[in-house]
């Protein structure tokens, strides 16, 4: 989920659970607000890892330590103790540690239902998980908080904020039946054409909670189609332009598209070698981020040669995949080396 989504939902629900009219506590509505906002963004300061090694972070340090349950009492604490020097009340750290906690504790649960995966046990585990509901940016589920925010913000009154925070609730919930029926549709599809399917999965897509990617993986290829759930797009015409691209991609049920992709490209030597490729050392941490990896596209140059991977959860058909780590290798050198597509 985006930071800012995170901020508001942490103001929200700073605000909904510990009002200022039930609390003895010296602190007005809006601070209450402004503390759940500062301790609901803060698990993304992990982004300073990337100035490290852009890689690592976004394959290994992204959504580790400061999105973890078991590191979540010291962020809530840090925080606290921060906010209480900032308000000028050092006598209330407990209270605002507690405060802090909530809302850090909102921005896990939210980026735990999207797709990306969050090591809620780390350092003891880097196992991530996801329940994958929700696309990372959902402007459905921003609006909810925002309108919880602001009515938080503007009125005394705590029925509003706890209203947003119920509809959100419910919203997701939703999205969790739809990601069944998207599922039901894939096993359908494998029970059809007789696939020995190693796992069968939904996920999310942007624009709308109908719309959903669907994958069958096997040994050595996938099955890839998109579905709205909805009744599809009306307006769908030529599929030029973004939005034309956007509406065509989603079909309903009866009309979805299968294609097939392998994993490693055509079968034959060239496959052979762009296997040996993805298993090079110097791919180990996107090999552990990479869910469902397949061959994104091999550049045959006359310096140059590379051979670049992606990982389908983040592959749609209108826009350029944000993941994209290769080898290449420079034509009179026999080494790899590991590189980040970029264009």
Same mark, same amino acid.
């Given at each position: 989920m985006d930071t800012i989504?995170? @901020? %508001?939902l942490g103001a929200l629900v700073v605000r909904s659970a510990f009002p200022a009219q039930q @609390?003895?506590? /010296? !602190?007005t509505n809006r601070q209450r607000l402004l503390a759940g906002a500062v301790a609901g963004a803060f698990p993304d300061i992990d982004y300073i890892a990337s100035w490290v090694d852009p890689m690592v972070y976004l394959t290994l340090w992204h959504r580790s330590i400061t999105h973890s349950f078991v590191m979540l009492p010291l962020w809530a604490l840090l925080v606290g103790i921060t906010l209480s020097f900032v308000f000028r009340q050092r &006598? =209330?750290? &407990?209270y605002l540690s507690m405060l802090a906690g909530v809302s850090v504790l909102s921005h896990i649960a939210s980026d735990l239902i999207t797709v990306y995966g969050t090591q809620v046990l780390a350092p003891l585990s880097s196992w991530r998980a996801s329940i994958g509901t929700t696309f990372i940016i959902d402007p459905w589920f921003t609006l909810i908080i925002l309108i919880g925010f602001i009515t938080g913000f503007k009125s005394a009154s705590h029925r509003l904020p706890h209203g947003s925070l119920a509809v959100l609730l419910a919203y997701v %919930? !939703?999205?969790g039946g739809l990601k069944q029926v998207a599922l @039901?549709?894939?096993q359908g599809h494998v029970l059809g054409e007789g696939i020995s399917a190693i796992r069968v999965a939904a996920f999310p897509q942007p624009f @709308? /909670? !109908?719309n959903w990617k669907i994958i069958i993986e096997t040994d050595d290829y996938y099955d890839i189609s998109y579905v709205n759930l909805s009744g599809g797009y009306a307006s769908a015409r030529d599929g030029t332009g973004f939005w034309g691209k956007v509406r065509n991609t989603y079909k309903i049920p009866e009309q979805m598209n299968w294609q097939r992709q392998r994993r490693f490209g055509d079968a034959g030597p060239e496959a052979e070698r762009v296997e040996i490729l993805w298993h090079n050392e110097q791919l180990d941490h996107f090999r552990r981020f990479a869910e469902l990896p397949v061959l994104y596209h091999i550049d045959q140059g006359m310096e140059k040669s590379c051979v670049w !991977?992606?990982?389908l959860r983040y592959v749609l058909p209108y826009m350029t995949p944000p993941f994209r780590y290769g080898l290449?290798? =420079?034509? &009179?050198e026999t080494t790899w080396g590991i590189n980040r597509l970029r264009n």
């Amino acid at each position: 989920m985006d930071t800012i989504t995170h @901020s %508001l939902l942490g103001a929200l629900v700073v605000r909904s659970a510990f009002p200022a009219q039930q @609390s003895k506590h /010296p !602190f007005t509505n809006r601070q209450r607000l402004l503390a759940g906002a500062v301790a609901g963004a803060f698990p993304d300061i992990d982004y300073i890892a990337s100035w490290v090694d852009p890689m690592v972070y976004l394959t290994l340090w992204h959504r580790s330590i400061t999105h973890s349950f078991v590191m979540l009492p010291l962020w809530a604490l840090l925080v606290g103790i921060t906010l209480s020097f900032v308000f000028r009340q050092r &006598r =209330e750290w &407990r209270y605002l540690s507690m405060l802090a906690g909530v809302s850090v504790l909102s921005h896990i649960a939210s980026d735990l239902i999207t797709v990306y995966g969050t090591q809620v046990l780390a350092p003891l585990s880097s196992w991530r998980a996801s329940i994958g509901t929700t696309f990372i940016i959902d402007p459905w589920f921003t609006l909810i908080i925002l309108i919880g925010f602001i009515t938080g913000f503007k009125s005394a009154s705590h029925r509003l904020p706890h209203g947003s925070l119920a509809v959100l609730l419910a919203y997701v %919930l !939703f999205q969790g039946g739809l990601k069944q029926v998207a599922l @039901s549709i894939a096993q359908g599809h494998v029970l059809g054409e007789g696939i020995s399917a190693i796992r069968v999965a939904a996920f999310p897509q942007p624009f @709308s /909670p !109908f719309n959903w990617k669907i994958i069958i993986e096997t040994d050595d290829y996938y099955d890839i189609s998109y579905v709205n759930l909805s009744g599809g797009y009306a307006s769908a015409r030529d599929g030029t332009g973004f939005w034309g691209k956007v509406r065509n991609t989603y079909k309903i049920p009866e009309q979805m598209n299968w294609q097939r992709q392998r994993r490693f490209g055509d079968a034959g030597p060239e496959a052979e070698r762009v296997e040996i490729l993805w298993h090079n050392e110097q791919l180990d941490h996107f090999r552990r981020f990479a869910e469902l990896p397949v061959l994104y596209h091999i550049d045959q140059g006359m310096e140059k040669s590379c051979v670049w !991977f992606t990982d389908l959860r983040y592959v749609l058909p209108y826009m350029t995949p944000p993941f994209r780590y290769g080898l290449c290798q =420079e034509t &009179r050198e026999t080494t790899w080396g590991i590189n980040r597509l970029r264009n």
